[in-house]
């Protein structure tokens, strides 16, 4: 555990209580992928499967537990409890496009072609992508409200954090995984455009609007 | 280097 990793988790854990409370606080979905949401429960689950298979640390069961509960969570008060509010006509991203392929891709390249380490492999590539029906769904409505561009900096800033956390590792344990570093690489690639767009506009007051 | 599972991380 370095402060980069440490930082990284506080991140992630901090972008999904933010949309948490931002949906229950609102009684409100609106401008939030439910897509994504599902895929980011997918995510977990296929992950932290291992939760069943071997211990690490209280710190990573609790947080792993966390982590899928509160996606499941989120996806209940997207798809139950808050659907009036769901806007699905504008959550129009296909994810076949991205599952498919995804799913094609953890079968040709892992480290073992293995059940479980499939399915791990799978959950790396899936979360590098999870977040295009939520930014698709902004370029889409040309709008972001505040609160939604925090969980976004948030969600975003953990796995650049986690970057930084693998040069760490690569340099005093010896140690990495390529898999891991180049799906990290893809996925913080993807929030650059939006990071630009949070320090020009949201940090300086403004609401994240695109030019139509 | 060794090419392994960050199994340990989230």
Known sequence: MNIFRLTGDLSHLAAIIILLLKIWKSRSCAGISGKSQ???????????????????????????LIYIGCAYATVYLIYAKFRATYDGNHDSFRVEFLVVPVGGLSVLINHDFSPLEILWTFSI???????LPQLFMISKTGEAETITTHYLFCLGLYRALYLFNWIWRFYF??????????????????????FYLYVTKVLKGKKLSLPA | GTDSNLKDEL
């Open chain 1, 38 to 64: 599902i895929l980011f429960a997918l995510v977990f689950t296929t992950r932290y499967l291992d939760l069943f298979t071997s211990f690490i640390s209280l710190y990573n069961t609790c947080m792993k």
């Open chain 1, 173 to 194: 344990e010896g140690f990495f995984d390529m898999i891991a570093i180049v799906a990290g690489v893809v996925q913080t690639v993807l929030y650059c455009d939006f």
């Open chain 1, 125 to 131: 590539y899936l979360e590098s992508v999870a977040i």
